[in-house]
């Protein structure tokens, strides 16, 4: 099941008004990509699942699943500059998917409790900031992209949002 605002909790609706947050079909929001359409359903899915699953188990199990490694490395290094600029320029390292897609799929399993629940688990809250500020730095460092302000605009916007949940 898709993003729906009709179907959200009230704490969400009063936290992200933002028409680019329930977007089915905003690439620059949360759950308009495919990446971030996937996450929460598969968010959804998992929590059917594990009933007595924490929201940190299901954002560890999708940060792995997409990313191929351990949680563990998913941590503030990830931020260094040189790093993710080599990455970036690295022909041989696919910056979509390891990069672009972990952070969208963290941003969205992360939000998706919020959308779900109408709050965002304390301990899932570091990992969903990381991921917004490697889109960020990740954004900042393709200049050539068109839509890279607002994006922007909009990852900024929810990094408030995710400080207020």
């Known amino acids: 099941m898709s993003i729906d605002r009709r179907k959200a909790h009230p704490r969400a609706l009063e936290l992200a008004p933002d028409e680019f947050f329930w977007s089915n079909h905003d690439e620059l929001g949360p759950f308009g990509s ?7 359903h598969d968010y959804r899915a998992f929590r059917k699942r594990h009933k007595r699953s924490t929201q940190y188990h299901c954002l560890v199990w999708a940060i792995e699943s997409v990313s191929e490694t351990r949680i563990a490395h998913y941590t ?3 931020l260094d500059e040189a790093k993710v600029r080599s ?3 690295d022909p041989e390292f696919d910056d979509q998917q390891y990069i672009y897609t972990v952070d969208v799929t963290a941003i969205a399993t992360g ?3 919020l959308v779900d629940e109408g709050k965002i688990d304390p301990e899932c809250k570091d990992f969903i900031a990381l991921a917004i500020e490697r889109q960020i730095l990740w954004t900042r460092l393709q200049p050539q992209w068109p839509h890279g302000n607002a994006y922007l605009q909009n990852l900024h916007r929810l ?3 995710l400080r207020d949940a």
Request: glycine share 10%; charged share 20%.
């Open 76 to 78: 503030r290094h990830i």
């Open 34 to 40: 495919d990446e971030g359409d996937t996450a929460l």
């Open 159 to 161: 990094s408030q949002i």
């Open 87 to 89: 990455q970036i320029s």
């Open 111 to 113: 939000f998706g409790q």
